[in-house]
């Protein structure tokens, strides 16, 4: 049971480029989510999927997309990297009962 | 005013310290109450969980939360220097707008010195 993975651990991207963010539970958690961790900012929602097919915006999610076909899966895509989202990425996931979340160890993204 | 409050610290106490960590809410919604341990480049990991109003106790660490203050925290006892690490404390509605996601403070760095 891995519980939640994420891929990639670090990325380095220039600004303008495209980068998926790949988010993975092996729990059939209904619920799952983006956050992003800046220094003094805490931990802040992006995106959040109540089921497959299903997407709604959280906090901060300008430049940002998802999207969720399977109950599985929740990638984050940036569209076009800025230096304002160079940050430490965490996906969570949760059952839709229970509302203890549960994160992946993270992707460290810096963008030049 | 933030929706959730707390005291980044750093904290540094000597080991066998009792150690306190407190977050402030304005929202009334708020019924999910949890404390996330994260240690240094990890993700957090889920600490302690109460519902509503309460104390909940488990091995060296106790939760209470009080509703009518709008505050809860977090007490570890016979601290330990694997305790050192930042401890977020997040809460979810049960009702409104964003029912269902969690709200973080930013977090305490707490140090516990042999």
């Known amino acids: 049971n891995a519980g939640v993975t994420q891929t990639p651990k670090f990325q380095v991207l220039k600004t303008g480029q495209s980068m998926t963010l790949q988010c993975a539970q092996d729990?059939?958690?209904?619920?799952m989510s983006w956050y992003r961790q800046d220094p003094g900012m805490g931990l802040r929602l992006i995106h959040y999927?109540?089921?497959?097919?299903?997407?709604d915006q959280g906090e901060v999610p300008n430049g940002y997309n998802v999207s969720r076909s399977t109950t599985e899966d929740f990638p984050l895509r940036l569209l076009s990297a800025a230096p304002s989202q160079t940050s430490v990425y965490f996906c969570?996931?949760?059952?839709?009962?229970?509302?203890?979340?549960?994160f992946g160890p993270g992707t460290r993204l810096t963008v030049t | 005013q933030k929706e959730v409050e707390q005291d980044p610290g750093p904290l540094s106490v000597p080991e066998g310290a009792i150690v306190s960590l407190n977050c402030t809410y304005s929202?009334?919604?708020?019924?999910?109450f949890m404390w996330y341990r994260q240690y240094s480049r990890k993700g957090p990991e889920l600490l302690m969980y109460?519902?509503?109003?309460g104390n909940k106790e488990d091995g060296r660490f106790t939760a209470q939360v009080d509703k009518s203050s709008k505050y809860i925290s977090l007490f570890i006892r016979d601290s330990q220097p694997s305790d050192s690490a930042t401890y977020l404390c997040?809460?979810?509605?049960?009702?409104?707008?964003?029912?269902?996601?969690?709200?973080f403070g930013k977090g305490t760095k707490l140090s516990v010195k042999p």
């Open positions: 729990m059939n958690h209904e619920y």
């Open positions: 929202n009334s919604a708020f019924q999910y």
């Open positions: 109460t519902y509503s109003s």
């Open positions: 997040a809460m979810s509605a049960i009702y409104g707008g964003s029912q269902g996601n969690l709200i």
């Open positions: 969570a996931s949760r059952s839709y009962v229970f509302y203890e979340q549960y």
């Open positions: 999927s109540v089921g497959a097919g299903i997407t």
